[in-house]
C-alpha cells in the first residue's frame, strides 16, 4: 500500500503561479495529478512515469503546468504557471502500480486526499 500526502495548495490571481506536490510512501510505475472543479467529473491534468520521465498533459494546461519528479526524496510535484479560474478545483496526486502512461483514473490505484486551488479573476 502506497500512501500519498498533497500539499501547496491556496488562493492566487489568475496569472499567477503555485507549486503543487506530493509526497509518496512507495514506488509505483506511474504519478499523475487530476482535478475535480464543483459538479464536474475529476479529469486528468499530468502524468509522469518514475523510471525514465516520460510525462503527458491534458490541452488545457499543456505549456502552463511541468511535472517533475525527485527520485531522492520521492516526490512529485506539479508547478503550475499562468493559472486561470478555471483552474480552480482540488487537486489528487494518484500512483498506478502497473506500467503504462494511462489518463484513465481508473487506472490508479493510490490518491491522495487533495488540495485545494483557488483561482481567482
Known amino acids: 500500500q502506497v500512501q500519498l500526502v498533497e500539499s501547496g495548495g491556496g488562493l492566487v490571481q489568475a496569472g499567477g503561479s503555485l507549486r503543487l506536490s506530493c509526497a509518496a510512501s512507495?514506488?509505483?510505475?506511474?504519478m499523475g495529478w487530476f482535478r475535480q472543479a464543483p459538479g464536474k467529473e475529476r479529469e486528468f491534468v499530468a502524468l509522469?512515469?518514475?523510471?525514465?520521465?516520460?510525462?503527458n498533459y491534458a490541452d488545457s494546461v499543456k505549456g502552463r503546468f511541468t511535472i517533475s519528479r525527485d527520485y531522492v526524496k520521492n516526490t512529485v510535484d506539479l508547478q503550475m504557471n499562468n493559472l486561470k479560474p478555471e483552474d480552480t478545483a482540488i487537486y489528487y496526486c494518484?500512483?498506478?502500480?502497473?506500467?503504462?502512461?494511462?489518463?484513465?483514473?481508473?487506472?490508479?490505484?493510490?490518491w491522495g486526499q487533495g488540495t485545494q486551488v483557488t483561482v481567482s479573476s
Open positions: 494518484a500512483g498506478r502500480s502497473t506500467a503504462g502512461m494511462s489518463r484513465w483514473r481508473w487506472d490508479y490505484a493510490y
Open positions: 512507495g514506488r509505483t510505475f506511474t
Open positions: 509522469i512515469t518514475w523510471n525514465d520521465g516520460n510525462s
